[in-house]
């Protein structure tokens, strides 16, 4: 519990019990009262502030470790704490959720092409000199990785696009690239060997790298446009062929 803090918790009403801690702790969690680290008052201590079971008390911190808000950890000086940020397990959670609906390629190239024209926008105004070299690093291991003979130059691509978004500085664009990454790269795998396409993909990244920096955002979204397009005709082919 965080040093000095007052009872962070209130009882609840039975019929919704398990509800109604987890959206307290996270209330808690998301106003910043407890922060990564923290640790959670004991099972014992939590079912006396809640007025509940510690049954009840244990089911609710199953929930929020499911939900990666807190991670629980056994033996002596373990218990319940709050957990760092972790955006891994809610983009597998949109990943799957996106599967469920069947989303499609055409689906993914349309909100790419909305989104990620946005971006190279804010990234030619926000880049720093870091965001810079991690988009030229992403180009130069995809040209050595096409000169040792790597047909799969995937990883190189979207390192390239995720570095892209980071460097627009919008948390929320950053996560929604990120959510469609897997799928991204499931449709891209699709598509190789293809000697040309990776031509073209490092081509393309490099004239908007060059115009990101030198502050064109015009240019870097209608490059971008055009990068997208390509890969939608290609899959878009790919799918007919089946």
């Keep these: 519990m965080p040093d000095g803090a007052t009872q962070l918790f209130r009882t609840v009403r039975v019929s919704r019990a398990s509800q109604d801690i987890v959206q307290q702790i996270k ?11 923290n640790r959670l008052p004991s099972e014992k201590e939590l079912a006396e502030q809640f007025g509940l079971s510690r049954i009840t008390v244990r089911d609710a911190l199953r929930v929020l470790e499911s939900q990666g808000l807190i991670t629980i950890k056994v033996g002596a000086g373990g218990g319940a704490f709050v957990a760092d940020p972790n955006m891994q397990s809610a983009n597998d959670l ?4 996106l599967r469920l609906q069947r989303a499609s390629t055409r ?3 349309e909100a790419r092409l909305v989104i990620e024209t946005s971006i190279v926008t804010l990234a030619s105004e926000r880049a720093t000199a ?4 991690a988009m030229q690093q992403a180009i130069d291991a ?7 003979g790597d047909a799969h130059f995937t990883p190189h ?10 460097a627009a500085k919008n948390q929320v664009l950053l996560f929604t690239v990120n959510s469609f990454r897997t799928l991204f790269y499931e449709t891209l795998e699709k598509l190789l060997p293809d000697d040309q396409m990776a031509l073209r993909a490092i081509s393309d990244h490099q004239k908007i790298l060059d115009a990101i920096a030198a502050h064109d955002a015009e240019q870097a979204k209608k490059l971008m446009r055009g990068h997208l397009e390509y890969f939608e005709k290609r899959a878009r082919k790919l799918e007919q062929s089946r």
């Design 157 to 166: 691509s979207v390192d390239f696009h995720m570095a892209l978004a980071n």
């Design 107 to 109: 689906e993914l190239i």
């Design 94 to 97: 949109m990943t799957d959720l």
């Design 27 to 37: 209330s808690n969690i998301f106003a910043g009262k407890l922060t990564p680290g």
């Design 142 to 148: 995809a040209r050595a990785g096409r000169a040792a």
């Design 130 to 133: 870091a965001d810079l070299q």
